[in-house]
């Protein structure tokens, strides 16, 4: 076991707490739901994020023990559990970014020290600073065209792929876990930003946002 | 736009995503206590500004995050090759140079390049320079 001190990020209790979007939300509100929407907007709030750094072999073998999902050690790539529900994506060559169900990254991250023990590595939880927006729908795809360089083409960009990349001028990490849905993982201080971008530019092909 | 490719995600991305970090492969004197000013000052200061082939250190600042070189040509800025921190570039100067020998190509010091230096029109070159 390191020495590494840990701590809940989540307070004890039931305090109210506050989505990155919630203030987006609370100042223009959602637009009016339409009937033919091209376009699906989703907030996943709350969902737990820890950034794995350290070698690809050493953390393979805690992470299939502890997650039972094999780190994808191949650039661009994303990995999810059978429910679909705690995926990892590569970063970087010794960088992986870990998402589980909210409530699930503290214990995720001692079970993983655990595992890891005195190899050289680092554990960050940055849940607090990056939530998840999922688009789905058909125009879904014209969208993300709009608004990142990246080649978004289904044969430039299978399932099971996922890269950061420019989006409007921010960064997102932008990945597609299934068939029909795409997933942006952005920054808290951008998500505003981000989503009034969405809704601009998915404006034209109509546009509902689940809450 | 350049399409760059990044040797560690192994993918040709935007220029958008990267960011020039200027001359590659600079050493730092092994012994800096030792080593005489102008030694120092050449490495703090002063760098490489040829007309062709040049060694650059780039980041894939939105993306990986790592550093990598690029092999650019200043004139052109074709993009000759990229490879990763630590490996030594296989397409340099000297490399090119000795390619366009081969192939008959008479390369000027500035990296420009002269027509009729073809092997058979040697003899005429060499009577024109007298």
Known sequence: MSDVKEFDTRPTGSPSSESPLAWSFHRRGTPPREASAGVTLREKAFLGHLIL?????????????????????RPNTLALDNSGERSIQWLSPDEWLVIVPGGEEFALEGRLRKALGQAHYSIVNVSGGQTVLTLRGEKAREVLMKSTPYDVHP?????????TTVFAKASV??????????ELVVRRSFADYCYRWLLDAAAEYGVIVER | MFHIYCPYCEEHREEEEFHPKGQ???????????????TWGDYLFFRDNPRGVHHELWVHAVGCRKFFNITRHTVSYEILETYKMGEQPSVTAKS????DKQAGVQAASGGWQTVGARPESDALNKGARV
């Open chain 2, 96 to 99: 090119l140079s000795e390619k």
């Open chain 2, 24 to 38: 590659a492969h600079i050493q730092r004197p092994e012994d800096p206590e030792a080593c005489s000013d102008e």
């Open chain 1, 173 to 182: 990490v932008l990945r597609r876990p299934t068939e029909e849905g795409w």
């Open chain 1, 155 to 163: 044969q430039a960009f299978p399932v099971g792929k996922g890269v």
């Open chain 1, 53 to 73: 750094r350290g070698g690809a072999i050493v953390l393979d073998e805690a992470v299939r023990e502890v997650l039972g999902i094999t780190l994808p050690a």
